[in-house]
């Protein structure tokens, strides 16, 4: 029973930081496509003072992540960063050059300067989402089993390619439907459409990928195809799917809250799917769920570990995730916009 519960607390902490932390992702994303210094310096303005106030905390959901992972399932662990090693470590890699580069790049006087850490958030923004997705595709396809040693084959195959760039696209996707949302909050209509025109390109992006995922799955990931087209994975696919036309919807009729509900339920629906398709295994089809669970004991702390965080910690998330969607940590008009554009030339 208590190994089940830290399955799904697993899962659920690898939805949250898909959803939160790739909403930050999308953001560098549209940063590093949004051309050069005077073509793009509104919206990296923008960009830089959305992303300030809420960026570094997406992070826990992250850390809960691999926790949860090597005290609840350290076999599952063990194999999976044993055969991942190299896109793990890329991505790792990618979070620290991100978080250097959007913080020092405002604090460089040098125009120099500040391409260059302004050019590590972007192309980290990029990298890192892909090499998380290539791993998870790795483990959807049952590449990682146990005495598998770290290998191209492992995460440069079909289904980790196509998972890498859904990753990406999802990123953009919420990056996009957010930045529109607060572009609208800081009273900046051009911005609020050129964020939403890009949302709905992603959008329309994420939906071929997903049909074309699907469709590479089901000789690439037999056992994933399987679960995504049957029972509880279906539903989630189907939920997924409504999710994608309430998006469109709500990004043509300019509601910037509803875009964001259901942008995230896009990508939560999609990331459960994905959970509930592997039943019962961690690894399909080589280790299930109680094999790699670790001891009685550690799981029922990680338990008590778990019902803390959902009092305390989260609470204080959820606060400062409203405090900053209703303007109140930082207020920012579209004239702030502009005097401070005007100065930025990176």
Same mark, same amino acid.
């Given at each position: 029973m208590i190994t089940g519960v830290i399955a799904v607390v697993l899962l659920l902490a690898v939805a949250a930081y898909a959803c939160a932390g790739g909403t930050d992702y999308g953001a560098g994303f549209w940063d590093l496509t949004a051309g050069g210094?005077?073509?793009?310096?509104?919206?990296?303005?923008? &960009?830089?003072?959305?992303?300030?106030? =809420?960026?570094?905390?997406?992070? =826990?959901?992250?850390?809960?992540?691999?926790? &949860?992972?090597?005290?609840?399932?350290?076999?599952?662990?063990?194999?999976?960063?044993?055969?991942?090693?190299?896109?793990? %470590?890329? %991505? %790792?890699?990618? &979070?620290?050059?991100?978080? *250097?580069?959007f913080a020092l790049r405002k604090a460089a006087r040098r125009l120099a300067g500040r391409r260059l850490y302004g050019a590590a958030f972007a192309v980290s923004s990029l990298l890192t989402p892909f090499f998380f997705g290539a791993a998870v595709g790795g483990v959807a396809s049952g590449r990682v089993s146990q005495g598998t040693e770290a290998s191209a084959d492992a995460w440069a195959n079909p289904t980790s390619v196509l998972f890498g760039l859904l990753a990406v696209a999802t990123t953009a996707l919420l990056g996009a439907v957010f930045l529109a949302s607060d572009a609208r909050r800081f009273a900046a209509p051009d911005l609020e459409g050129y964020f939403r025109r890009r949302a709905l390109g992603a959008l329309a992006v994420v939906a071929v990928l997903a049909v074309i995922t699907l469709i590479v799955t089901h000789g690439d990931a037999p056992h994933v195809w399987h679960g995504l087209t049957h029972g509880a994975g279906l539903v989630f696919v189907i939920l997924a799917a409504v999710a994608t036309a309430a998006t469109a919807w709500s990004l043509i009729r300019r509601s910037g809250t509803w875009s964001r509900i259901a942008s995230v339920g896009v990508v939560a629906s999609a990331v459960v799917a994905w959970g509930l398709a592997q039943r019962p295994y961690l690894i399909p089809t080589?280790?299930?769920? *109680?094999?790699?669970?670790?001891?009685?004991?550690?799981?029922?702390?990680?338990?008590?570990?778990?019902?803390?965080?959902?009092?305390?910690?989260?609470?204080?998330?959820?606060?400062?995730?409203?405090?900053?969607?209703?303007?109140?940590?930082?207020?920012?008009?579209?004239?702030?916009?502009?005097?401070?554009? %005007?100065?930025?030339?990176g």
């Amino acid at each position: 029973m208590i190994t089940g519960v830290i399955a799904v607390v697993l899962l659920l902490a690898v939805a949250a930081y898909a959803c939160a932390g790739g909403t930050d992702y999308g953001a560098g994303f549209w940063d590093l496509t949004a051309g050069g210094a005077e073509r793009g310096k509104r919206p990296r303005w923008l &960009i830089d003072h959305a992303m300030a106030p =809420v960026w570094e905390v997406n992070n =826990v959901w992250l850390i809960f992540v691999l926790v &949860i992972m090597w005290t609840g399932f350290p076999r599952f662990f063990q194999q999976v960063f044993t055969a991942m090693w190299l896109p793990l %470590a890329l %991505a %790792a890699v990618g &979070i620290v050059l991100r978080g *250097a580069g959007f913080a020092l790049r405002k604090a460089a006087r040098r125009l120099a300067g500040r391409r260059l850490y302004g050019a590590a958030f972007a192309v980290s923004s990029l990298l890192t989402p892909f090499f998380f997705g290539a791993a998870v595709g790795g483990v959807a396809s049952g590449r990682v089993s146990q005495g598998t040693e770290a290998s191209a084959d492992a995460w440069a195959n079909p289904t980790s390619v196509l998972f890498g760039l859904l990753a990406v696209a999802t990123t953009a996707l919420l990056g996009a439907v957010f930045l529109a949302s607060d572009a609208r909050r800081f009273a900046a209509p051009d911005l609020e459409g050129y964020f939403r025109r890009r949302a709905l390109g992603a959008l329309a992006v994420v939906a071929v990928l997903a049909v074309i995922t699907l469709i590479v799955t089901h000789g690439d990931a037999p056992h994933v195809w399987h679960g995504l087209t049957h029972g509880a994975g279906l539903v989630f696919v189907i939920l997924a799917a409504v999710a994608t036309a309430a998006t469109a919807w709500s990004l043509i009729r300019r509601s910037g809250t509803w875009s964001r509900i259901a942008s995230v339920g896009v990508v939560a629906s999609a990331v459960v799917a994905w959970g509930l398709a592997q039943r019962p295994y961690l690894i399909p089809t080589s280790l299930t769920v *109680a094999e790699g669970a670790g001891a009685e004991t550690t799981l029922r702390w990680l338990g008590v570990v778990t019902l803390v965080s959902i009092l305390l910690v989260f609470p204080a998330v959820a606060l400062l995730y409203w405090l900053d969607t209703h303007g109140e940590l930082e207020s920012l008009t579209d004239a702030d916009l502009r005097r401070g554009g %005007a100065g930025d030339e990176g």
